[in-house]
């Protein structure tokens, strides 16, 4: 059973999530807006600086009826549509002196008080 449907819990237990934006991809149908799964294939090791796990907090999440696992923070993106700029997502936990622990597609791991504005890492990368 994967962990969205219930094999790691409570969630308000969970306190790592991976990056929405590439579990799901927003997508214009018909002029509907749509959310499709992303198959992640090889491509994405070109892509380094894009986040792939990070600290989440589950009891948040969940009062925001969201499942814990997968999480993306409301930026806009330019290039595209985006159902995640509302925010409803984005529940990081700041729990290593007041800093967001996040790994990165390219092996490295860093930490930020601002993770979203950090200019080098790729919140808003969409897996095409």
């Known amino acids: 059973?994967?962990?969205?449907?219930?094999?790691?819990?409570?969630?308000?237990?969970?306190?790592?999530?991976?990056?929405?934006?590439?579990?799901?991809?927003?997508?214009?149908?018909?002029?509907?807006?749509?959310?499709?799964?992303?198959?992640?294939s090889s491509k994405i090791l070109h892509e380094p600086d894009v986040p792939l796990v990070f600290d989440v907090d589950g009891k948040v999440a969940v009062e925001n009826g969201?499942?814990?696992?997968y999480s993306a923070p409301g930026i806009t993106n330019d290039k595209a549509v985006d159902l995640f700029e509302s925010g409803d997502f984005w529940f990081p936990a700041k729990r290593h002196t007041g800093q967001l622990n996040v790994?990165?597609?390219?092996?490295?791991?860093?930490a930020s008080k601002e993770p979203v504005s950090e200019p080098f890492w790729r919140w808003g990368y969409l897996f095409q």
Request: with cysteine; glycine share 12%; net charge positive.
């Open 1 to 40: 059973m994967p962990c969205s449907d219930g094999a790691i819990g409570p969630q308000e237990n969970v306190s790592t999530g991976f990056n929405k934006r590439l579990e799901r991809k927003t997508e214009v149908i018909n002029g509907w807006t749509v959310q499709r799964p992303v198959y992640l």
């Open 66 to 69: 969201q499942l814990p696992y």
């Open 103 to 110: 790994a990165f597609v390219g092996g490295h791991v860093l």
